[in-house]
């Protein structure tokens, strides 16, 4: 009974999803494209592929680990990954190319989801992280196809958003094949609302899984013979109201640091243009990614405003600030400036990333802060200690690497549920 309102309610909101699908595409046109892959209107290839779900950015760079393993070990198994971003579909397109197939997942409909389904006959789904929806569980049960949940994560928050639903949630979790936890405590949390126990694995985060590559460290020595002898501090995958809280602290710390330069990466790409207009209506002098100024040296604030170079710049860092934690939204992935031996900031808000967070503060490599002014105080004393910045970056590399090991207990799960 539940779904079947869930379901319904969903194709009573379908013409509000379009109209909101239209809108989306005023600041970033290519939500207008491709829209009926939405509505499951796909072109299989007759394949039978293994289907891996990311939603966007964050989730596909998270599974990339296991998809290189996948097409490295079983170069006999065609791959197909969905995503529901242009963002995430951008990132697909630019890590593997025409390696693997991609789509833009269907909308949690059953005609949709029976389409899609019927047409590319997936032989197992791979969902990534937490992206569970009543209908796509329920489709994939009926047509055979089995469900692992890989690399899961559910922090108390979304938790209790789920028991809210518990009625949807309890039978949804009951329905898929395996969940793969990040930690112990999200497979509780899972176990909890309903998943039954045997279902459960836990094998650690395979973000852990990280190498810095010769690429990432090329691009940062590259930034860093443009921009000179000058300290650094580069804050990612910022969201909107802490990109003006880290051009006032740049104000405060340009009092002690006269030649600091503040490398801004917003984490949506429709917001870059905004963020240059903020930058220059604070008075600073600003260089996009994308424009190279002729004399770097005078530049103040440095926009990333590419995608999917955000690694080179963390390693052009002195500090790396995570952002999405200066306002609640959860937090992004301390691991990536980590792996790249920098010491971390982060605000209060790390809910998405709370067990990675207290672990690798515990470590000595994160330091989390209250506020915007307890961040300006982190970041000063960091940025006057070069001893203290090598200490804590020391730590966090090791604290990514003591921890690795979990893509390979994640790919013999996946080698399980496929035999």
């Known amino acids: 009974m539940a779904l079947w309102l869930y379901t319904l309610l969903l194709y009573l909101a379908l013409p509000f999803i379009l109209l909101r699908l239209w809108w989306r595409g005023r600041r970033a046109p290519a939500y207008r494209n491709r829209w009926r892959e939405r509505l499951g209107f796909v072109t299989p290839d007759g394949r039978r592929p293994l289907w891996i779900h990311a939603v966007s950015v964050g989730e596909t760079v998270a599974i990339a680990p296991l998809v290189e393993l996948l097409l490295a070990r079983r170069p006999d198994l065609p791959l197909l990954l969905t995503t529901t971003t242009p963002t995430g579909s951008e990132r697909v397109n630019a890590l593997f190319g025409d390696r693997v197939a991609h789509v833009y997942c269907p909308w949690d409909l059953p005609d949709a989801l029976g389409r899609f389904l019927h047409r590319m006959q997936p032989r197992a789904c791979i969902i990534v992280e937490t992206e569970l929806w009543p209908n796509l569980v329920h489709g994939c049960r009926r ?8 690399n899961a994560r559910l922090s108390a928050r979304s938790a209790r958003g789920y028991q809210r639903f518990a009625a949807l949630t309890r039978p949804m979790l009951q329905r ?176 998405n990333f709370q067990a990675i967070c207290d672990a690798l503060e515990h470590a000595g490599g994160l330091t ?52």
């Open 143 to 150: 047509h055979g196809v089995p469900v692992m949940l890989a």
């Open 176 to 351: 898929l094949s395996q969940v793969v936890a990040q930690h112990d405590n999200d497979g509780a949390r899972f176990v909890a609302l309903g998943l039954p126990a045997q279902k459960l694995s836990v094998s650690g985060s395979i973000k852990f899984d990280i190498e810095a590559r010769l690429e990432w460290l090329e691009a940062g020595a590259h930034l860093r013979r443009r921009w000179g002898e000058r300290p650094v501090l580069v804050a990612g995958s910022t969201h909107e109201g802490e990109d003006a809280a880290l051009l006032r602290m740049l104000k405060s710390l340009r009092t002690e640091f006269p030649s600091l330069m503040l490398v801004l990466v917003p984490r949506h790409p429709e917001r870059f243009e905004s963020v240059y207009r903020q930058c220059l209506d604070a008075g600073w002098q600003v260089e996009r990614h994308s424009k190279p100024a002729v004399q770097p040296g005078a530049v103040d604030v440095y926009l990333g405003d590419t995608m999917g170079e955000l690694m080179g710049f963390y390693a052009a860092a002195d500090i790396a600030f995570v952002g999405g934690s200066l306002v609640p939204r959860g937090g992004h992935n301390p691991l990536e400036p980590a792996a790249l031996g920098k010491p971390v900031l982060m605000g209060a808000h790390v809910f």
């Open 368 to 419: 989390l802060v209250a506020d915007e002014a307890a961040l300006a105080g982190a970041a000063q004393k960091l940025l006057a200690d070069a001893a203290l910045r090598q200490r804590q970056g020391a730590a966090a590399s090791a604290f990514v690497a003591k921890n690795r090991g979990a893509l390979e207990r994640l790919y013999h799960e996946v080698e399980g549920m496929l035999s």
